[in-house]
């Protein structure tokens, strides 16, 4: 039995389980740069240690749990499956930027999904609209309380910075008026494990058919992620105690 209590002891000495996080809600952070807002606004606030760093800070209307998950699909989903394991949140809410559609959305523009979709799967076996079609996630615009100044509409994502020659074909296939890299894969892994997710993204940039200004230069695109950030932060803190 001893043999056994040390043996379990060592187990878990090398695999440490988090704990669990004191606040139910929970703001998951794709980018870097984004997470490097929330830093620069929570400085005073020491990080925890583990696969994603996070802290835990006390807003006006409640405690919020912020972690960083990580750009790209396999971060965005593995991040999520972690804070769902390891915090059993109520809520989980992705603050982010996306890229908008000309035509479709403006910079500073707030986009609270109400779907996204997964479209960068090539099916060359069948047809790719089926594959696409088992990624995609409808959400609960209810679950967030102002919904007057936001945009209740459908977000792509993909591994990759939006193309110009695509986007007209994914407005008009998907009804989505932007993009980002995370937002289908956090939506799609809550919704496996059936726990509660809002996506609000801020438009940071606009994609036009001469591009984007933030394409070859990452600088304009910190900027705007800087103005994005802190617009959305102050919108969470504003509706903690509503969450």
């Not at 830093?39 to 006390?58: D, K, M, N, T």
């Not at 990580?70 to 965005?76: D, E, F, H, P, Q």
């Not at 615009?141 to 509409?153: F, I, K, L, S």
């Not at 438009?203 to 992620?225: E, I, N």
Request: charged share 20%; net charge negative; aromatic share 8%.
């Amino acid at each position: 039995m001893r043999a056994f209590v040390v043996g379990a002891l060592a187990l878990a000495a090398c695999h440490p389980v988090a704990p669990r996080a004191p606040a139910p809600v929970v703001a998951l952070i794709s980018a870097n740069a984004e997470w490097t807002i929330v830093r620069e606004r929570y400085a005073a606030i020491p990080l925890q240690a583990g696969p994603y760093e996070w802290f835990v800070a006390e807003l006006p209307g409640g405690a919020a749990t912020f972690v960083h998950g990580g750009w790209g699909k396999v971060a965005a989903a593995a991040s999520t499956q972690y804070v769902i394991d390891h915090f059993h949140p109520a809520l989980v809410v992705n603050l982010g930027t996306c890229g908008g559609f000309e035509g479709h959305a403006q910079a500073g523009d707030v986009i609270l999904a109400r779907q996204t979709i997964i479209y960068d799967i090539v099916e060359l076996m069948g047809d790719s609209r089926e594959a696409i079609a088992d990624y995609a996630t409808a959400l609960d615009p209810a679950r967030w309380p102002d919904r007057a100044h936001v945009r209740v509409e459908t977000l792509v994502s993909a591994d990759r910075d939006l193309a110009i020659d695509q986007i007209a074909g994914l407005a008009a296939r998907y009804g989505a008026v932007a993009g980002d890299w995370e937002s289908g894969e956090i939506a799609w892994v809550a919704a496996r494990n059936h726990t509660p997710v809002v996506i609000l993204r801020g438009v940071s940039d606009v994609v036009t058919a001469h591009g984007d200004v933030t394409y070859g230069d990452p600088g304009a695109f910190q900027r705007a992620t800087r103005a994005t950030m802190n617009d959305l932060l102050d919108r969470f803190a504003a509706a903690r105690a509503k969450l």
